[in-house]
């Protein structure tokens, strides 16, 4: 308990000491698709000094002092509002990273669970097997372009909290995806668009990027869904709100909540149909 509480401390006293510095905060990496690792952090909200760039470097042991960068070179070199980046592993090794703010030098201080990851992450086998085929990632990600068509939502009404009901008619085709076998699959991984990776400059985008990291890669299902209810509420563009109803459907599936998320997952199967297929299929597998 000593321990546990010396660890809080510790925390809180080092945050309140480098609130205002250039220094980025709760740094965090997480395995992508295929050979990607999706990184991400907060930026300090008033610095003393003006973050000109952010470094990103990274090594395959822990980084914990500025020293450690002095033979590598940074792997990117980002605008000052940007909070995410996504590494290209070069292979199935793990590794760690670091964010160094730059004002007029680049900030020579190494934190801990601040701008240096505490554990190592390397690409997940699961995920880089799962690799979608050619014809899904040109209909899914069309360099970030919308649909030359798009798709209508099912029963969507806008500012209404009220369930909504599957018909026996929606039941009896989706119930069609169950598989024969009695066996269950695996739970599904979370899922993140292409475009949702890295933070937009603003817009629709932006605002369900801060969703995303702050309350998703959190696994912070509850608050997910909360939040992205407020945001479909508004005057949102239809490729951001199907992206959002997607991720509400996971954090649904992820609470356990299978009708909820069938419920919504059908909502967007227009939109991402092969996709949406394999998340129906382990849900109504689970109910």
Avoid: C
Wanted: charged share 25%.
């Amino acid at each position: 308990m000593k321990k546990l509480l010396s660890a809080i401390l510790l925390a809180l006293t080092a945050t309140l000491l480098f609130a205002e510095k250039p220094i980025v905060q709760d740094i965090q990496a997480m395995p992508g698709k295929n050979n990607r690792i999706n990184i991400f952090w907060a930026l300090p909200e008033n610095p003393d000094e003006e973050i000109t760039k952010l470094l990103v470097y990274r090594n395959n042991k822990q980084i914990t002092s500025y020293s450690q960068l002095a033979n590598l070179n940074p792997i990117a070199s980002l605008a000052p509002d940007y909070t995410g980046y996504t590494d290209l592993a070069p292979d199935m090794n793990e590794y760690y990273y670091a964010v160094v703010a730059v004002t007029k030098n680049p900030y020579d201080l190494i934190l801990l669970s601040f701008n240096s990851t505490v554990n190592g992450v390397r690409v997940s086998t699961e995920i880089k097997h799962k690799t979608q085929t050619k014809e899904e990632y040109e209909k899914f990600y069309p360099d970030g372009t919308k649909r030359e068509t798009p798709l209508p939502y099912i029963d969507f009404v806008e500012n209404t909290n009220s369930d909504q009901k599957l018909s026996d008619k929606t039941l009896s085709a989706t119930s069609s995806l169950i598989k024969k076998n009695s066996k269950k699959d695996p739970v599904m991984n979370p899922y993140i668009f292409e475009e949702d990776l890295i933070s937009p400059d603003g817009g629709d985008d932006y605002l369900l990027f801060e969703i995303l990291k702050n309350y998703f890669v959190q696994q912070n299902y509850e608050e997910t869904i909360s939040q992205i209810q407020k945001l479909t509420g508004t005057n949102i563009n239809e490729n951001t709100r199907n992206r959002a109803f997607f991720y509400m459907g996971e954090s649904e599936y992820f609470l356990e909540h299978y009708e909820n998320a069938v419920k919504t997952f059908v909502k967007v199967e227009g939109a991402f149909p092969n996709l949406v297929k394999k998340w129906l299929d382990s849900s109504l597998d689970r109910l």
